[in-house]
């Protein structure tokens, strides 16, 4: 026996104990805790129900209720990994606010990127009868999402599927955009790149880096410019960046602003800067994407483009609970300006 097991003083308080404390039916105290209209029960009655119940800490049983009126209020979370990394838990955050809010309960489980274990996990919430579905990714990419119920909602977070589900994306193309101009509205005219590839043009990869790249690319065309040097890469680790500057320089590329395409590849391009003795930003100005802890980190500290998971995860749980559900909602991606960008003019 468990703990706790055949204790009175911890057993779950039943409507007959409510009923039998205010003196009334069952039919009657449910009636009253559950705010059915039209019962022309006395305002006396429901005070003696409520006040019975609140001196007996009633909890209604959400198993039993959800048999009763179809819901459960509980919602499904399937990511590939996003609970057991640090760069996307504010996904988690955002999602769990609105439920709270909302009086929902979120079952969470993690697939590894495993089509089997998202079919199991799939399978466990739905036996559970959860009234929604997200699914959630650490990059974006194109998924398959299995079969799920006609009645079921589903919403992909950092994500889109081959069969067209709502989605909740980051708004890519005008965080290119903004990026670029933080570099072209102080003056910077001449502009390297570091990390395009057209391998990550393809949505089984990333289904938002084309948009990105698209946002920078028009940016520069509307201020009449064209890179001065262009380092591709679809790797984006700190050796891109690192190797990528030292490539330029000995190239002679006269460039004074930089663009990375996300935080780890500009931490490599800083180092290489430094060691060929240049100063971030008095002599080249840095500008990335994704607003990693290690922005925060370098020295300077870096300008960079926020990925704004907590608003995503909250928007996502706004959609799986809402009865309109868009194609496609992008949320913008704010510039965190630091001290890595210095003004020409």
Same mark, same amino acid.
Request: net charge negative; glycine share 8%.
């Given at each position: ?135 959630? &990714? ?182 799986? &609970? ?7 909602? &992008?949320?913008?991606?704010? &510039? ?10």
């Amino acid at each position: 026996m468990m703990a706790g097991e055949g204790d009175d003083v911890t057993k779950r308080v039943k409507l007959a104990d409510v009923a039998k404390l205010s003196g009334v039916s069952t039919t009657t105290v449910s009636m009253v805790l559950n705010d059915r209209p039209n019962t022309r029960l006395s305002e006396e009655t429901a005070q003696r129900v409520r006040a019975a119940a609140a001196q007996l800490n009633y909890r209604p049983n959400p198993a039993a209720r959800g048999l009763r009126v179809g819901k459960t209020a509980t919602v499904g979370f399937v990511s590939d990994e996003v609970t057991v990394t640090r760069y996307a838990s504010a996904m988690i955050r955002g999602l769990l606010d609105v439920a709270e809010q909302r009086q929902h309960t979120v079952l969470i489980a993690e697939s590894g990127n495993r089509p089997d274990q998202v079919a199991q996990a799939l399978d466990a919430m739905l036996d559970r009868r959860a009234d929604g579905i997200v699914f959630g &990714l650490m990059g974006a990419k194109r998924i398959t999402v299995p079969e799920v119920p006609s009645d079921v909602p589903v919403v992909l977070l950092n994500a889109v599927s081959t069969d067209g589900r709502p989605c909740v994306l980051p708004d890519e193309y005008r965080a290119g955009q903004e990026a670029a101009r933080s570099l072209l509205d102080r003056g910077h005219r001449r502009i390297a790149l570091i990390g395009r590839s057209a391998a990550l043009l393809n949505p089984e990869v990333s289904a938002t880096v084309g948009a990105r790249y698209a946002g920078i690319d028009q940016a520069l065309a509307q201020f009449g410019v064209s890179l001065v040097g262009e380092v591709e890469g679809m790797y984006w680790e700190p050796d891109l960046g690192f190797t990528g500057v030292h490539e330029l320089l000995d190239a002679r590329v006269p460039f004074t602003g930089l663009i990375c395409l996300n935080d780890r590849v500009a931490f490599g391009a800083y180092q290489a800067l430094q060691e060929r003795g240049l100063k971030v930003p008095q002599d080249v100005s840095v500008v990335s994407f994704d607003d990693e802890d290690l922005a925060s980190y370098l020295r300077p500290t870096l300008t960079t483009m926020r990925i704004p998971y907590l608003e995503m995860g909250r928007r996502a749980m706004e959609l799986v &609970l809402s009865d309109e559900r868009p194609a496609r909602s &992008l949320i913008p991606m704010p &510039l965190q300006e630091r001290g890595s960008v210095r003004s020409l003019e």
